[in-house]
């Protein structure tokens, strides 16, 4: 019996220690994640963006949002704000 019970302890810890190490490297959430194909693209746009990998497709994205929230700023003709952008295009249109 006393050898059982070390095998058991031993398998008892061995476990634990798998346990911990599955727990530490996020293997289940890394799994959930590569499951949802729509969640792993998304993560991996948002990595690409921040990282700088997917500068061209992530710029040129960020830079049409830009763009369009400008257009609208100047639709909506605040005084300030539209005298402001008009005063940035001026001076690169000047520049040029």
Do not use: C, H
């Amino acid at each position: 019996m006393e050898v059982n019970d070390k095998i058991l302890k031993g398998l008892e810890t061995n476990i634990e220690n798998l346990n911990n190490s599955l727990a530490k490297n996020k293997i289940l959430e890394l799994s959930e994640i590569i499951g949802n194909w729509k969640k792993l693209l998304w993560r991996n746009f948002l990595s690409g963006i921040s990282k700088g990998v997917g500068v061209g497709i992530g710029f040129s994205i960020v830079t049409a949002i830009i763009i369009i929230i400008l257009q609208r700023i100047i639709t909506l003709n605040i005084p300030v704000i539209s005298q402001y952008i008009a005063d940035i295009i001026e001076i690169v249109q000047l520049n040029r």
